[in-house]
């Protein structure tokens, strides 16, 4: 049994990935590798931008699970901080979405993301 602060690494898939810093969704933790090594590797899939839900695309990118870029992991919460370092984004890969979104699932993405938008303005506006 896990204590009240305790997970499995599989229990990752599926939380939220925020910034550390600025509270901001980047994406969602979609699969966890075991690298063989001294850390395991999470595929973020990012929240779309516009150019994304145009596209009918999504990005990713891989985000090694350590301390230093996961500082956080709120279990009750299902989320994840990240502390990314600069440039890390950048490296993200592009998949074309096998069927094109929708207009109805454009619509909603949209929205979505014009939501995100206004969340980060208030809250830049906040720390100000």
């Known amino acids: 049994p896990k204590g009240k602060d305790e997970f499995f690494i599989t229990d ?3 939380m939220q990935a925020l910034c550390s810093e600025s509270q901001q969704l980047l994406g969602v933790v979609t699969e966890v590798y075991d690298t063989a090594g001294s850390y395991n590797l999470l595929r973020i899939r990012l929240a779309p931008n516009e150019a994304d839900i145009q596209q009918s695309c999504y990005r990713s990118v891989l985000v ?3 301390e230093d870029m996961v500082p956080h ?3 009750a919460s ?3 901080q990240l502390l990314l370092p600069e440039g890390l984004l950048d490296t993200a890969t592009m998949t074309k979405l096998k069927r094109p979104y929708t207009p109805d699932q454009q619509k909603q993405l949209q929205e979505q993301l014009k939501q995100r938008q206004l969340q980060q303005g208030q809250a830049s506006h906040s720390t100000s």
């Open 64 to 66: 090694p699970f350590v």
């Open 78 to 80: 299902r989320s994840l």
């Open 73 to 75: 992991v709120g279990v």
């Open 12 to 14: 990752l898939v599926g």
